[in-house]
């Protein structure tokens, strides 16, 4: 997989298709592959960029504090050094926290955002979910450990309880001893301290909010937060999933991205 420099950090990234740009963004408990179906899907329409965050897969280690903020730099770096001008911009969790830096630094590079279990700032549950999961790891000092306590927070029960195969094939992926611990802390702690509240409204390309109404991570509090600050974005939720609707109701998440860039492409 190739790599470029983009100052502090140096991304590992997949490019696949031709036409408008996508550039995709993963959350703070994966790498560049949960984005596998997506890039499937939009290969044959789109240039589709997907990468590993800072402190993820095969990209550099955050190991001192950074910020959402310090992402969106580096992201918009790597747009540069692809030539991309103008990109849309999925996000999924911090990605789509990242995504909202992105469109405040540089609205003139981004031509949509779509959010997906996102948030401008979490709310108290939110920040006490994170908090416990970034303990977890500094008591366990162990992924393993870390992944078995706080998987089952990312699916709704129905799912969890019925889908075994899926839950324990995301709790290895993200149970992986290979990932950077303190990039993890480091990116957490960057996590609970976004804010973007009080300048969404100043976000002037057309968004999509996607949220999980089960999700005690992103919660519907959350969202409702963002959907106040930006009344004339797009809002769609996915009544039966949790914080990986992605992957709890795939079917209806991916029609709702695809539309959304196709209405959204120039």
């Known amino acids: 997989m190739p790599s470029l420099d983009t100052g502090r950090f140096r991304l590992h990234y997949v490019e696949e298709g031709t036409g408008f740009p996508v550039v995709l963004i993963h959350g703070l408990a994966g790498d560049h592959r949960a984005w596998m179906p997506q890039i499937a899907a939009l290969k044959g329409d789109y240039r589709v960029v997907a990468f590993d965050n800072p402190g993820s897969g095969e990209s550099s280690d955050v190991d001192?504090?950074?910020?959402?903020?310090?992402?969106?730099?580096?992201?918009?770096?790597?747009?540069?050094e692809l030539g991309?001008?103008?990109?849309?911009?999925?996000?999924?969790?911090?990605?789509?926290?990242?995504?909202?830096?992105?469109?405040?630094?540089?609205?003139?590079?981004?031509?949509?955002?779509?959010?997906?279990?996102?948030?401008?700032?979490?709310?108290?549950?939110?920040?006490?979910?994170?908090?416990?999961?970034?303990?977890?790891?500094e008591w366990r000092d162990n992924w393993a450990d870390w992944a078995r306590h706080g998987a089952w927070l990312f699916f709704a029960p129905g799912f969890y309880n019925d889908n075994p195969e899926a839950v324990a094939q995301m709790t290895a992926i993200i149970g992986d001893e290979a990932r950077s611990k303190i990039s993890y802390v480091n990116l957490n702690k960057a996590c609970i301290a976004h804010d973007t509240l009080d300048r969404l409204g100043e976000i002037a390309c057309p968004t999509l909010i996607m949220a999980g109404a089960l999700d005690p991570v992103c919660s519907m509090t959350a969202t409702r937060w963002m959907q106040e600050r930006m009344p004339d974005a797009e809002t769609v939720i996915f009544e039966r999933s949790s914080h990986f609707f992605l992957i709890e109701e795939a079917d209806k998440a991916m029609r709702t991205i695809v539309d959304w860039l196709r209405r959204q492409t120039p």
């Open 84 to 137: 991309i001008e103008r990109a849309h911009v999925v996000g999924r969790s911090m990605g789509g926290s990242i995504a909202q830096h992105m469109s405040l630094l540089a609205p003139h590079r981004v031509q949509s955002i779509a959010m997906a279990a996102s948030f401008a700032r979490l709310d108290a549950l939110g920040a006490l979910v994170l908090t416990n999961m970034r303990e977890i790891l």
């Open 64 to 80: 001192a504090p950074a910020t959402t903020e310090d992402l969106a730099r580096a992201t918009l770096s790597l747009m540069e």
